[in-house]
C-alpha cells in the first residue's frame, strides 16, 4: 500500500542542521509531489516545503524557512529530503511528509492523502 515514512529528527543547538528523509513506497514518488509540513505545540500544521514530479521540478517554501531549507530527491531511493540549515528554536515541531499523489504541489493549497507518523525536530541551547 501507499506508505511514506519520515526520519531523521533530533535535537540539535540553534543555528545547526538536519536533513530530514521521506522514503516512500507503494508508488514510484518521482511521478508525483511530496510535501513537508510541521506542527509545533500547540498551534496548528504549517506547511513548509514542496517539490512537484520530477518532470516538472519545481519547489516550493513557507517564508519562514525559505533561504534555510531545500528540498530534493533521490529517485534511485525512492526518498525526498528537507535539508535545514540555520536552524531556529521556533523551527521546533513535528515534521511530516506527504503526497496527494498527483504531479504538482499547488503550492500554497496542497492537500495530502497520504502521510506518516512524522519525527520530531528540537532546536534549543
Known amino acids: 500500500q501507499v506508505q511514506v515514512v519520515e526520519s531523521g529528527g533530533g535535537l540539535v543547538q540553534p543555528g545547526g542542521s538536519l536533513r530530514l528523509s521521506c522514503a516512500a513506497s507503494?508508488?514510484?514518488?518521482?511521478?508525483?509531489?511530496i510535501g513537508w509540513f510541521r506542527q509545533a505545540q500547540g498551534k496548528g500544521r504549517e506547511g513548509v516545503s514542496c517539490?512537484?514530479?520530477?518532470?516538472?521540478?519545481?519547489?516550493h517554501y513557507a517564508d519562514s524557512v525559505k533561504g534555510r531549507f531545500t528540498i530534493s530527491r533521490d529517485n534511485a531511493k525512492n526518498t525526498v529530503y528537507l535539508q535545514m540549515n540555520g536552524l531556529k528554536p521556533e523551527d521546533t515541531a513535528d515534521y511530516y511528509c506527504?503526497?496527494?499523489?498527483?504531479?504538482?504541489?499547488?503550492?500554497?493549497?496542497?492537500?495530502?492523502?497520504?502521510w506518516g507518523q512524522g519525527t520530531q525536530v528540537a532546536v534549543s541551547s
Open positions: 506527504g503526497t496527494s499523489r498527483v504531479s504538482s504541489c499547488n503550492w500554497p493549497s496542497i492537500r495530502y492523502e497520504y
Open positions: 507503494g508508488f514510484t514518488s518521482d511521478d508525483y509531489a
Open positions: 517539490i512537484s514530479s520530477s518532470r516538472e521540478a519545481k519547489t
